[in-house]
């Protein structure tokens, strides 16, 4: 019992000093929202729907990853940007000059405000790609898993770049 309340001790004033940690590494700053503006698809080949699955994988991911509250306007911290990349390339042929693999990319311009702290402000282009074999539609699943890889490692480095000092 002794050794409980020792244990609780020490574990209480260990951590005190250290103020708030966030096991993502993330720096919020003073900062108590976030919002994430619609992103506009002008990307030459239009994917219907991916604006709006990129916009909520945003949202959905800084809320996980933060306790920041997600408002509509008048956020401390803003994202917004377009996608403006989709496109699907050959990466690798066959011996006779057919394409082996291809390559999904996505690349999203973002503009990251910090109300709060104008010098953390930035725009920047993140892209990711997914490569999967040439004989292979991306159409229904495989669709659905090349979006979730790409804009789930998109999400990772914006999230990084806007809230890490990694």
Request: with cysteine; charged share 20%.
């Amino acid at each position: 019992m002794n050794f409980k309340k020792i244990f609780a001790f020490f574990l209480i004033v260990s951590t005190a000093g250290c103020g708030s940690y966030s096991f993502t590494g993330a720096d919020t700053g003073n900062a108590e929202t976030f919002q994430v503006n619609y992103f506009q698809n002008i990307a030459d080949l239009i994917e219907p729907g991916i604006d709006r699955d990129f916009t909520l994988k945003l949202q959905d991911y800084i809320q996980n990853q933060t306790s920041l509250g997600l408002v509509n306007s008048g956020g401390d911290i803003i994202y917004e940007g377009e996608i403006t990349r989709y496109r699907v390339t050959p990466m690798t042929a066959t011996a006779d000059d057919r394409a082996a693999q291809n390559r999904l990319t996505i690349a999203i311009n973002i503009r990251f405000y910090n109300t709060l702290d104008e010098e953390k402000d930035f725009e920047r282009t993140f892209s990711f790609y997914y490569d999967y074999p040439a004989n292979q539609q991306l159409i229904g699943s495989a669709r659905e898993t090349a979006h979730e890889e790409i804009f789930t490692r998109i999400a990772q480095d914006i999230f990084n770049a806007s809230l890490t000092d990694w």
